[in-house]
């Protein structure tokens, strides 16, 4: 088979296919790639520290017996049932091992009692373990990239949705705004909110998520750093800016996300110039934009709003998709790029010029 995309992965996630003897988990997002082989594990053993049903293994195993991989897959469970053997791999250590393997699954020379899941990081399209699973019968590739808004907005409802709880509009656009690309930081969090809200098992129906939730939930964390970040750059305060950068870095919040959060508020602030351009007050343009500024952010937002107009509105913007795309492919520290375009924005703010 080849490697499974979009829908066809969340469709294969939901339930097992008996025909697959063999997955191969790959990607730069480490987070998703774990959370991916644990309910594909969990669809066949409960407990994952059963020693029974479920083995792990590493390159280091697989080194010393090139066949384990094979001879574990096949191996009769002393507690009944199937097992899951999971590989961690570093990319191409194992390749040959696992390669082998799967030509013995197509050949019917090997016949499994349960599921391999091989998890590794990201690899290239000529990597001989991506290349193996693509081109066997019995097997698949998953590949875990990291995640964008829509993947975050996506799993931020369905996890709500799991405990009763719907999210507002703006409240959802928060979230996403302040949450990275890495799938394990983004659903930590999400379970933090839930968790704040309370799980449907201790209210007495269903919750809504206000903005103000979400600010209490992640107050002091990332999102309170990063949204102090994204306010004092619009606003031309360096000073504030870089406070907010050291808490930010400290508490582990990816540059991405404070990436993502200045190009949503500058996204806002062209969007709200445009319906003063066509006419509008600053008070009706807030709220024409979707989700309109929260009641306590207005001043604010309409002091940015007299600093950012015209021509520099519009080289804001340029310079951000500029540091996404540096950050993204030149391999330069991504955190630098991107802390030195929050700084830029708080000296624009500054200038008179238009």
């Known amino acids: 088979m080849t490697a499974l995309k979009g829908r066809a992965i969340k469709e294969f996630l939901k339930k097992r ?22 309910l594909l594990a969990r669809q066949i053993v409960d407990d994952l520290q059963d020693p029974f049903n479920f083995i792990d293994l590493s390159d280091a195993d697989i080194k010393a017996e090139p066949g384990r991989i094979g001879d574990e897959a096949c191996a009769l469970s002393f507690a009944g049932g199937e097992r899951v053997v999971r590989l961690r791999t570093n990319g191409e250590a194992s390749a040959k091992a696992a390669g082998a393997f799967l030509e013995g699954l197509d050949g019917g020379h ?8 091989i998890e ?39 996890i709500a949705r799991d405990e009763e709880l719907r999210f507002d509009e703006d409240a959802l656009d928060l979230l996403v705004a302040v949450l990275g690309e890495d799938h394990g930081v983004s659903r930590a969090e999400i379970d933090k909110l839930i968790l704040y809200k309370g799980p449907a098992a201790l209210r007495s129906g269903p919750g809504t998520i206000t903005l103000e939730d979400i600010r209490a939930s992640l ?22 800016v870089s406070s907010a950068l050291s808490k930010a870095a400290a508490g582990g919040a990816n540059p991405v996300m404070l990436l993502r ?19 509008d007050t600053p008070a009706a343009a807030m709220k024409k934009l979707r989700p309109p500024v929260f009641f306590a952010e207005q001043r604010s937002f309409e002091a940015q709003l007299y600093k950012w107009r015209g021509a520099k509105l519009d080289k804001a913007l340029r310079m951000l998709t500029d540091t996404e795309f540096d950050a993204k492919t030149t391999g330069l ?19 008179q010029i238009n």
């Open 120 to 158: 590794a990081g990201e690899l290239p399209p000529r990597s001989g373990l991506r290349k193996a699973f693509e081109k066997a019968k019995r097997a698949v590739a998953l590949p875990c990239y990291a995640d964008g808004p829509a993947d975050v907005r996506e799993m931020a409802r369905d």
């Open 17 to 38: 296919d008996k025909s697959i003897a063999a997955i191969l988990i790959y990607g730069p997002d480490g987070g998703l790639a774990r959370e991916r082989s644990t």
């Open 261 to 279: 959060a200045m190009q949503r508020k500058f996204s806002r602030l062209k969007a709200a110039q445009d319906h003063v351009d066509s006419g």
């Open 333 to 351: 520290p991504q955190r630098e790029l991107v802390e030195r375009a929050a700084l830029r924005l708080a000296i624009m703010a500054q200038s």
């Open 219 to 240: 107050a002091g964390g990332l999102g309170g750093a990063v949204d102090e970040a994204t306010n004092a750059a619009a606003e031309g305060a360096a000073i504030r």
């Open 110 to 117: 090997i016949k499994p009692n349960g599921l391999v899941i």
